[in-house]
């Protein structure tokens, strides 16, 4: 019985201090100027998060997103798989408070193109926010050769593949399954990019 009770006592006081880190993250991000085509990672506790950090072993986050701005309003632009069964599986457009909401976020970290060209920017933008639009879904097979379904990685990648900017490079990584492997984008594929600088992190 003491060890239940303190076993729960010790999982509410984690709960509790991850809460308090998350939103002090989002008090000091609005401080920031973020920009449009910058990248949100987050660090998750679901199961889908846990699955990642195993596969991507030299990863501290779990997901990511890209920055999109609507009248001063921060949203972020990412996809991932259905998270209930009305939800239809599309890239989603959310304000950078859901996207960082208790549940969903335990850490989190901005990074930004070093080289601060309006132009590319707004292409990577412009093309995350298409994909968008057009109700593109989250690719469950894991596929870069679909440009019409895509994970995360996949999409931030592309985005700015269009502006001629490849956050990726040769860090694709080979992730072995039970029954086969993919060559897949993980989150440290991009976080690694020397084109890319950290300007926020928890």
């Known amino acids: 019985m003491i060890i239940v009770v303190f076993t729960n006592y010790s999982f509410i006081k984690l709960h509790s201090s991850n809460s308090i880190q998350i939103q002090n993250s989002i008090?000091?991000?609005?401080?920031?100027?973020?920009?449009?085509?910058?990248?949100?990672?987050r660090r998750g506790t679901s199961i889908e998060s846990r699955i990642v950090l195993l596969a991507?072993?030299?990863?501290?986050?779990?997901?990511?997103?890209?920055?999109?701005?609507?009248?001063?309003?921060?949203?972020?632009?990412?996809?991932?798989?259905?998270?209930?069964?009305?939800?239809?599986?599309?890239?989603?457009?959310?304000?950078?408070?859901?996207?960082?909401?208790?549940?969903?976020?335990?850490?989190?970290?901005?990074?930004?193109?070093?080289?601060?060209?309006?132009?590319?920017?707004?292409?990577?933008?412009?093309?995350?926010?298409?994909?968008?639009?057009?109700?593109?879904?989250?690719?469950?097979n894991y596929d870069l050769n679909s440009d019409k379904q895509l994970y995360c990685t996949e999409l931030i990648w592309k985005a700015y593949m269009s502006a001629g900017v490849d956050l990726v490079r040769n860090r694709l990584r080979n992730i072995n399954f039970i029954i086969t492997s993919k060559i897949l984008i993980m989150p440290s594929s991009i976080i690694e990019s020397k084109l890319l600088q950290n300007v926020y992190s928890n």
């Open 27 to 41: 008090l000091a991000l609005s401080k920031l100027n973020l920009q449009n085509g910058d990248l949100i990672f």
């Open 56 to 140: 991507d072993r030299n990863a501290e986050y779990s997901h990511l997103g890209m920055i999109y701005k609507i009248n001063d309003n921060v949203f972020v632009i990412h996809s991932v798989p259905k998270e209930n069964d009305a939800d239809p599986g599309y890239i989603k457009l959310e304000s950078i408070d859901d996207f960082l909401s208790e549940g969903k976020a335990i850490r989190v970290a901005i990074y930004r193109l070093i080289q601060n060209s309006s132009e590319k920017i707004n292409i990577a933008s412009n093309y995350a926010y298409n994909c968008y639009s057009k109700k593109y879904y989250f690719d469950n």
